[in-house]
């Protein structure tokens, strides 16, 4: 299998995110992170992008290369969901928090107690743009209540790691809240970049997918709302899952339940680089928190909980600390097990991978790199005919072209 070689590549062959790790690094000269038509954050690339940059830039981006923590000895690694020291059910222990954020406020949580406690000045993560609330944007929090007001998940594109070169000049210690492919992309820069020493935590959620901006823009044509009508586009939250909220600056108010947002898989517009992720579960995290629905999705409304994964022992001592200073309530103890049924979408998924990946190969497409991701030991136990299905039908989507993406490079 071959790896990208060039950020052309990356973008190319539907494996960019749009994780903004690139303009971060570039500078905004070089590479400007935009919103392409079909609806995704994309870098555009100026032709005069050193080789040395750009070579900098494929050594920690997530389309080049996606890479977990090691293991550990004594510590449990997961097939499906890596290195944990703890799996435990948690929520945030403000009931405000816990009602707002997207699942049981963990993150939130877990965000507020580091600045309260000082033991970060800021927090870099992702909000509603506040002139185009459908939209999302890096931010980066320095109080208990700025955290507060950037909770929930966004569905859409986000790009926080166009943010980071700013948190990095601070010169102050950090946490960052983003997803896993964020993450895999800081654990490859800790070692190129010293200021990454200043990064106190790492925390994630576990991540089905991130949707091209036409998912939320079909909604809006479905009500008749036009995108600069709105002053909130709220996608889930107040409530587990809540419901989503589109409110237009005259008044007007709209609610989509969680089934009618995502009942159809069809209708999700996942951006392609998502259909073949290598690690949606965080393995490069401190913490990562999910959903735990059994079966997968919510029946009904609840208070809010996260399956929360411990993953290092700077994440232990963290959880430890907020649930101690009546920041989190930590419940009962959970198991890799549990969280597979609770999450069959993502043991399907890495199961599956490195046929999908085989199939891309075939079709003459690269693939990421992946480092501590264990997709050989998945694969061997998956029924062949299921496998030889996906590598097949990958195959034949790479070769009719549908990942190929166009790739923008700045004319002046
Ligand atoms: C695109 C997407 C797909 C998801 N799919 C799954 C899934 O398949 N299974 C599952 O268990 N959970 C999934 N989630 C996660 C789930 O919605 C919750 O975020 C998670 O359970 C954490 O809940 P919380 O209450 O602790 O989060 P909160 O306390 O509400 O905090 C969420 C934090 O994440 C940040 N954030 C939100 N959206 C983004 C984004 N797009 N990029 C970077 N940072 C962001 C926010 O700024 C905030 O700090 C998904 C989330 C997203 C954004
Ligand atoms: S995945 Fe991130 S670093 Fe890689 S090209 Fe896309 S935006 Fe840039
Ligand atoms: S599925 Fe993977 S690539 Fe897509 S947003 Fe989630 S973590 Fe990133």
């Known amino acids: 299998m071959t790896h990208p070689d060039s950020l052309r590549a990356v973008v190319s062959n539907g494996l960019c995110i749009g994780c903004g790790l690139c303009e971060s690094i570039a500078g905004t000269r070089s590479v400007r992170i935009s919103m392409t038509a079909e609806g995704r954050e994309r870098p555009i690339v100026s032709p005069d992008l050193s080789a040395e940059t750009e070579a900098?830039?494929?050594?920690?981006?997530?389309?080049?290369?996606?890479?977990?923590?090691?293991?550990?000895?004594?510590?449990?690694?997961?097939?499906?969901?890596?290195?944990?020291?703890?799996?435990?059910?948690?929520?945030?222990?403000?009931?405000?928090?816990?009602?707002?954020?997207?699942?049981?406020?963990?993150?939130?949580?877990?965000?507020?107690?580091?600045?309260?406690?000082?033991?970060?000045?800021?927090?870099?993560?992702?909000?509603?743009?506040?002139?185009?609330?459908?939209?999302?944007?890096?931010?980066?929090?320095?109080?208990?209540?700025?955290?507060?007001?950037?909770?929930?998940?966004?569905?859409?594109?986000?790009?926080?790691?166009?943010?980071?070169?700013?948190?990095?000049?601070m010169d102050a210690p950090f946490a960052v809240i983003c997803k896993p492919c964020d993450a895999g992309a800081l654990w490859r820069l800790r070692r190129s970049d010293p200021r990454m020493t200043r990064c106190v935590a790492v925390l994630v959620m576990v991540c089905g997918g991130a949707s091209e901006l036409g998912k939320s823009q079909s909604v809006l044509a479905a009500l008749g709302i036009e995108e600069d009508e709105l002053s909130l586009f709220r996608y889930r939250g107040y409530g587990n899952p809540g419901k989503t909220r589109i409110e237009t600056r005259d008044g007007r108010a709209f609610e989509l339940s969680y089934q009618d947002m995502w009942g159809d898989e069809k209708a999700w517009r996942l951006q392609s680089r998502c259909k073949v992720c290598p690690d949606a579960v965080g393995e490069a995290a401190d913490i990562a928190a999910a959903d735990i629905w059994p079966g997968g999705g919510p029946v009904g409304e609840d208070a809010g909980f996260n399956g929360v994964l411990v993953r290092s022992s700077r994440g232990v001592s963290l959880f430890d600390a907020a649930v101690e200073a009546g920041f989190l309530i930590a419940d009962d103890e959970m198991s890799a097990h549990d969280l597979d049924t609770c999450q069959p979408h993502q043991v399907r998924k890495k199961r599956g991978l490195r046929a999908r990946f085989q199939g891309m190969s075939e079709a003459g497409a690269p693939v990421p790199k992946t480092v501590n991701l264990r997709l050989s030991a998945l694969q061997s136990s998956n029924d062949p005919e299921a496998d030889e299905r996906a590598r097949e039908g990958t195959r034949v989507r790479v070769a009719q072209g549908r990942f190929r993406e166009s790739f923008h490079v700045t004319k002046d």
């Open 56 to 169: 900098h830039i494929l050594d920690v981006c997530p389309g080049a290369v996606v890479e977990a923590r090691p293991p550990e000895e004594g510590v449990p690694v997961d097939l499906v969901w890596g290195v944990y020291r703890r799996i435990v059910r948690a929520w945030a222990a403000d009931p405000d928090t816990r009602f707002r954020a997207a699942t049981g406020g963990v993150l939130t949580a877990l965000g507020q107690f580091l600045l309260h406690s000082g033991r970060v000045r800021a927090v870099l993560h992702v909000g509603a743009d506040p002139d185009a609330p459908m939209r999302s944007r890096w931010v980066i929090s320095r109080t208990v209540d700025e955290v507060m007001r950037n909770a929930q998940s966004r569905y859409g594109p986000a790009a926080p790691l166009a943010g980071l070169e700013t948190l990095l000049a």
